[in-house]
C-alpha cells in the first residue's frame, strides 16, 4: 500500500505560481509512475503531469510550458511547480501513485486561481 499526503495548495491571482508537493509512505523508486490530476466543479478528474520511475514525464496540453513535475528520491516525494496560472487551473490536485497495479490517492488539495 502506499499512502500520499500533498501540501502546498492555495489561492493565488492569475499569472501567480504554486508548488504542490506530495509526500509517499514509501520509496518512489519502487512505485512504477506518479502523478497530479485535477478535478473542477462539475468536471472529471484529468491527468495534469505524470512522471514515471525512469524519469521520463508526461504533461496534458494546456500543462505544458507551464507546469513542471520532479521528484526528490531521498524525501520520497514528488512535486508540481505551476507557473502562470490562469482561471481555468482552479482545481481539486490529487496525487496518484500506481504501484503493484493499483492506484493509490491522496486527499487532494485545493488551487484556486482567481483576481
Known amino acids: 500500500q502506499v499512502q500520499l499526503v500533498e501540501s502546498g495548495g492555495g489561492s493565488v491571482q492569475p499569472g501567480g505560481s504554486l508548488r504542490l508537493s506530495c509526500a509517499a509512505s514509501r520509496s518512489i523508486f519502487s512505485i512504477s509512475a506518479m502523478g497530479w490530476y485535477r478535478q473542477a466543479p462539475g468536471k472529471e478528474r484529468e491527468l495534469a503531469a505524470r512522471?514515471?520511475?525512469?524519469?521520463?514525464?508526461n504533461y496534458a496540453d494546456s500543462a505544458k510550458g507551464r507546469f513542471t513535475i520532479s521528484r526528490d528520491n531521498a524525501a520520497n516525494t514528488i512535486y508540481l511547480q505551476m507557473n502562470s496560472l490562469k482561471p481555468e487551473d482552479t482545481a481539486v490536485y490529487y496525487c496518484?501513485?500506481?504501484?503493484?497495479?493499483?492506484?493509490?490517492w491522496g486527499q487532494g488539495t485545493q488551487v484556486t486561481v482567481s483576481s
Open positions: 496518484n501513485a500506481f504501484y503493484q497495479f493499483n492506484n493509490y
Open positions: 512522471i514515471f520511475n525512469g524519469g521520463s514525464t
